[in-house]
């Protein structure tokens, strides 16, 4: 009886993964903006009904939420039945990887379309929507708004080239004052190398000029003494 209940258990779980990964397929393209439109006015590949678009995403997302917690369950009722072997602890264990899989891939496709409707939001934020109000945007509004975007590049590329200019011009500058300093440097260098030639040859002129006041006084001191002499005699 446990073993017939098992098999039934194991039927439904197999029929139910082959269920959500169809599903997943289907979400992953609604998810990444190929079949928003559920077939309803898009042309050449551009969503023209994104509203409908989003209620059926979430529609489906609801689904598949509600088959993966329908497959947790019959997991969960496998694994309460008793142990009837290695073989079936092993189908078990690889019943949850994939619905461990599962659940990745469908929390993944639900980021990516995240991310998705936020850069088309941020995209249109310049206000591009219909009369009514509701956001839809045609293949040449999108075209616009990445020209936008494409010029907003193109300035921001520019101003940065303007930096960049400055940036050399003053290197040019700085490098310009650096070898003035070096000029001065150098010419401060070689007039205080000239100071010890002038100091020694004032040194020279002072000794030369106590040798000719010595040389004056020693004469004036002998005729001094010669007119005494002559004087007295």
Do not use: W
Not at 21 to 28: I, M, Q, R
Not at 125 to 144: C, F, K, Q
Request: proline fraction near 2%.
């Amino acid at each position: 009886m446990g073993g017939s209940s098992y098999d039934v258990l194991r039927k439904q779980a197999r029929s139910l993964e082959n269920e959500i990964d169809l599903k997943l397929v289907a979400f992953s393209k609604i998810g990444a903006g190929s079949g928003g439109g559920g077939g309803s006015g898009g042309i050449g590949g551009v969503d023209t009904s994104p509203l409908l678009g989003e209620h059926v995403f979430d529609s489906l997302s609801e689904e598949i939420e509600q088959m993966l917690e329908k497959l947790s369950s019959l997991n969960e009722s496998m694994s309460d039945l008793p142990a009837s072997g290695a073989a079936a602890m092993h189908t078990l264990q690889r019943h949850r990887e994939i619905l461990q899989g599962y659940r990745q891939e469908f929390n993944k496709i639900c980021a990516n379309h995240t991310m998705r409707i936020e850069r088309e939001e941020l995209l249109r934020g310049s206000g591009l929507a219909t009369s009514s109000g509701s956001p839809s945007i045609s293949g040449l509004s999108r075209r616009e708004m990445y020209l936008k975007e494409s010029g907003h590049l193109s300035s921001a590329s520019h101003l940065v080239n303007d930096q960049i200019n400055i940036a050399i011009e003053t290197r040019d500058h700085l490098h310009a004052q650096r070898q003035a300093f070096k000029r001065l440097q150098t010419r401060f260098n070689d007039i205080s190398n000239r100071f010890p030639l002038i100091s020694s040859l004032i040194q020279r002129i002072n000794i030369k000029k106590r040798r000719d006041s010595l040389i004056l006084g020693a004469v004036i001191g002998f005729c001094v003494i010669l007119l005494l002499l002559y004087a007295f005699n």
